[in-house]
C-alpha cells in the first residue's frame, strides 16, 4: 500500500564543523617540534608518536584562544545555556603517523565535550578522518547498506579528505577514527580536546561572533 501521508522527522543529529586556519599553519608545526619525543622507538605495529602535552605554551596563545572561543560558539549555538560557562583547552599534543599507523574507533570522556584535530602534513595516500554513527542500539538490528556515494539513514561511516590547515571540531561523545596511512610519508595532527567550566569573578566572559 502507497502510504501517500507518511510523514517522517529526522532528530539528533551529530555535527561536524571545519574551518580553515592556515595562518596557524606554520607556527604549530614549528613549536610542535619541539615536543616531539623523537628518541623514543617506534613500534612496529603501531607506528605513531606522540607528543607532549603543550596546551600552555605562550607561543600558541592566539591558536588556543581563537579555538576555545570557537568551541563555545559551537556548544552556545547547539543550544546549551553558556552564559556563565567558559570553554578551555585541556589537553593538545600532536600525533604522527608513520607508514600503516591508523588510529581506531574511539569517543573521549573524561569530562571532554568537544575534540578538535588540526591537520599539520597529509597528502593524497594519507589517513581521512572517519566519524561513525553513535547510536549503538542502531548497530544490534543493522541491515547492509545499498551502495551509494550519499549519506543516508543507513550509513554507518563518514570519511572526509584531509589537508593542511584544516581545523575539524565534534561533541566528544561523537565516534572518530583515522584510516591508515598509505604514504611514505609521516601523517601529522594536532589532537585537542575542550572542556567547560564555570565563570569565576574577573573573568572575562566570551563575546559571541
Known amino acids: 500500500m502507497h502510504n501517500e ?8 543529529s551529530s555535527p561536524v564543523y571545519k574551518i580553515k586556519l592556515e595562518r596557524y599553519l ?7 617540534e619541539q615536543y616531539d619525543e623523537h628518541d623514543l ?10 607528543s607532549k602535552s603543550f ?13 576555545s572561543q570557537t568551541g563555545w560558539n559551537i556548544l552556545d549555538a547547539q543550544g546549551y545555556d553558556m552564559d556563565n560557562l567558559k570553554v578551555y583547552v585541556g589537553e593538545l ?7 600503516y599507523s591508523s588510529m581506531d574507533v574511539h ?20 589517513p581521512k578522518l572517519c566519524i561513525h554513527d553513535p547510536r549503538p542500539t542502531k548497530t544490534q538490528v543493522e541491515l547492509p547498506e545499498k551502495f551509494s556515494t550519499d549519506v543516508k539513514f543507513s550509513t554507518r561511516v ?3 579528505d584531509l589537508e593542511p590547515g584544516l581545523l575539524f571540531i565534534t561533541n566528544s561523545w561523537l ?13 601529522k595532527i594536532i589532537h585537542i580536546n575542550m572542556f567547560v567550566e564555570n565563570v569565576v569573578e574577573n573573568d572575562q566572559l566570551p563575546i559571541v561572533i
Not at 26 to 32: A, C, G, R
Not at 41 to 50: A, F, L, T
Not at 55 to 67: A, R, T, W, Y
Not at 175 to 187: A, G, I, L, V
Request: charged residues 30%; hydrophobic residues 30%.
Open 175 to 187: 565516534p572518530h577514527s583515522f584510516t591508515r596511512n598509505r604514504s611514505d610519508e609521516p601523517f
Open 5 to 12: 501521508n507518511l510523514e517522517d522527522w529526522y532528530y539528533f
Open 55 to 67: 596546551e600552555l605554551d605562550e607561543s600558541i596563545s592566539d591558536f588556543v584562544k581563537d579555538v
Open 41 to 50: 622507538e617506534i613500534d612496529e605495529i603501531y607506528p605513531i608518536e606522540q
Open 26 to 32: 606554520q607556527l604549530l608545526k614549528d613549536v610542535s
Open 93 to 99: 599534543w600532536s600525533q604522527t603517523h608513520h607508514k
Open 107 to 126: 569517543t573521549h570522556g573524561y569530562g571532554s565535550q568537544l575534540s578538535a584535530f588540526y591537520i599539520l602534513d597529509c597528502n593524497e595516500d594519507s
Open 158 to 160: 563518514i570519511e572526509f
